[in-house]
């Protein structure tokens, strides 16, 4: 079993320590990694309320987690396989694209990707706290684009890039545009060219109306 003691530390009422909300990330990245904790498209909640009795969508897990904190006693995963991996794979599994979730942000920070930051700024209630980010109440879709907005952060513009990630792409050429007055045909010209020569199956938004949407929560004014 790994080392989850960021789970029950105490925290300042209507706010959670940066660690635990990036640990909470993590719990949900291992939790995916293993397929047979889905069902129905969701996996078991272990938060206080829900008790790993119920399946829920991963956003509203991942709420409930930041709201209600996980069930008493769950420092080993044992509902969602922990106990079938080995400590090397479980530990990779929950720190990969995350803070590590056993330290504070101001340790993490210099080594994390500045697009995840981003996002993790605008999402704080706070903008000047930088050790704690805001619980929050049921998703909605505001919440629901930030944490896919966290996930493009992470995710490889294509499988095996490993030095593009879906969101740095966007937000370099959305400068790009901007500093050189690109129109928006101009855009949606260059990345018409640009997803011709990358591989099959990449993620590249395929124009500035869908990047735009994906930018959105932000607001950055593009």
């Known amino acids: 079993m790994d080392d989850h003691s960021w789970m029950y530390r105490d925290s300042p009422q209507g706010l959670q320590r940066i660690d635990y909300c990036n640990g909470a990330q993590g719990f949900i990245n ?55 991996v080995s400590k090397r794979r479980m530990r990779e599994t929950v720190v990969e694209s995350t803070f590590s979730a056993s330290n504070v942000y101001e340790a993490a920070n210099d080594n994390t990707s500045p697009y995840r930051n981003m996002v993790m700024d605008a999402m704080r209630l706070n903008q000047g706290n930088v050790s704690q980010c805001p619980i929050v109440e049921e998703p909605n879709a505001d919440t629901a684009r930030f944490f896919n907005l966290l996930k493009d952060s992470d995710e490889p513009l294509w499988d095996g890039c490993t030095n593009h990630s879906k969101l740095a792409v966007v937000a370099q050429v959305f400068t790009i545009k901007s500093d050189h007055g690109l129109s928006e045909a101009g855009y949606d010209k260059i990345i018409e060219w640009a997803r011709s020569i990358l591989p099959e199956g990449n993620r590249l938004k395929e124009n500035f109306y869908a990047a735009k949407s994906m930018m959105k929560p932000l607001g950055l004014g593009y």
């Not at 291992?30 to 069902?39: E, G, H, L, Q, V």
């Not at 272990?46 to 008493?72: A, D, S, T, W």
């Open 30 to 84: 291992f939790a995916t990694s293993i397929p047979r904790n889905f069902t129905g498209g969701g996996i078991r909640c272990p938060c206080r309320k829900c008790q790993n009795k119920k399946y829920m969508h991963l956003y509203v897990v991942m709420m409930h987690l930041l709201n209600k904190g996980f069930i008493e006693n769950y420092q080993c995963w044992y509902a969602h396989g922990e106990v079938f």
